[in-house]
């Protein structure tokens, strides 16, 4: 099993990222995805899921309008489109797999992207 997550760097403030990532080694259709972050000295946090069809997702409050979670299940791979960044959203982000939609910790993890928001 594989989650490779591509599409991070450096942005200013107002600007836009989307991340992707790549998934393979299971079956990709039949997992929910999610993204997650975690910032130096917090602990990680979950951003966003959507469930295994795309039609249910997830975003936390702090993301909320600005974030988009969305998955091509005909190329293995969830996006992240990011806008409006703020400096507060700097942390590393990470895609994982999880069987079932909901709350629980992933299955699967990638290695994560950084990201990192400042003028």
């Known amino acids: 099993v594989q989650l490779v997550e591509s599409g991070g760097g450096l942005v200013q403030p107002g600007g836009s990222l989307r991340l992707s990532c790549l998934a393979s080694?299971?079956?990709?259709?039949?997992?929910?995805m999610a993204w997650y972050r975690q910032a130096p000295g917090k602990e990680r946090e979950s951003v966003a899921r959507?469930?295994?069809?795309?039609?249910?997702?997830y975003h936390a409050d702090s993301v909320k309008g600005r974030f988009t979670i969305s998955r091509d299940n005909t190329k293995n791979t969830v996006y992240l489109q990011m806008n409006s960044l703020k400096p507060e959203d700097t942390a590393v982000y990470y895609c994982?797999?999880?069987?079932?939609?909901?709350?629980?910790?992933?299955?699967?993890w990638g290695q994560g992207t950084q990201v990192t928001v400042s003028s």
């Open positions: 994982g797999a999880r069987r079932f939609y909901g709350m629980g910790v992933p299955d699967y």
């Open positions: 080694g299971f079956t990709f259709s039949n997992y929910a």
């Open positions: 959507i469930s295994n069809g795309g039609r249910v997702t």
